[in-house]
């Protein structure tokens, strides 16, 4: 198989709104989210509720947070998030427009290192055809 990065490096933000935030206890770890409001996301693939991955000093953590709000796809996710109803686990590249402006805090960002982003994985073949091979060239993230 061969691996082509199509995208660069990605995080996972633990994000809430300003106004949640200010009426919940603080977060200084991972086990501090069961005291929280949590917007779970349920992944067709996964078979249930995604537990939200942390690491630090190489300590990997995954917790399974609860709520009463249960979404399949992270645009509302993010939505009901930015309106209050508790904390969500977003890409970085999904909230940094809101952390800048503001309308969202990020929380356990030390508990968040960046993991490689996408890739394009397919068969190895000794000629590839010019069409696939323009869609991989296209594709490949040059960062």
Known sequence: MIAVRISPDMRMLVVG???????????????????????NMRLPTYGGLYAWEFEK??????????????????????????????????PEDM??????????HSVLEDWSPPFAGYHLYYPSRRQPSPAFQLLVDTLRYRG
Request: hydrophobic share 40%; net charge negative.
């Open 17 to 39: 709104a300003p106004g949640y935030l200010a009426q919940r206890p603080a977060i200084e770890t991972p086990q501090d989210l069961t005291a929280h409001a949590c917007i």
């Open 57 to 90: 000093d190489g300590r990997e953590l995954r917790v399974r947070v609860e709520g009463q709000l249960v979404v399949n796809t992270l645009g509302p996710l993010r939505r009901a998030c930015l309106d209050g109803f508790g904390l969500a686990y977003l």
């Open 95 to 104: 909230v940094e427009e809101s952390i800048a402006k503001g309308t969202l």
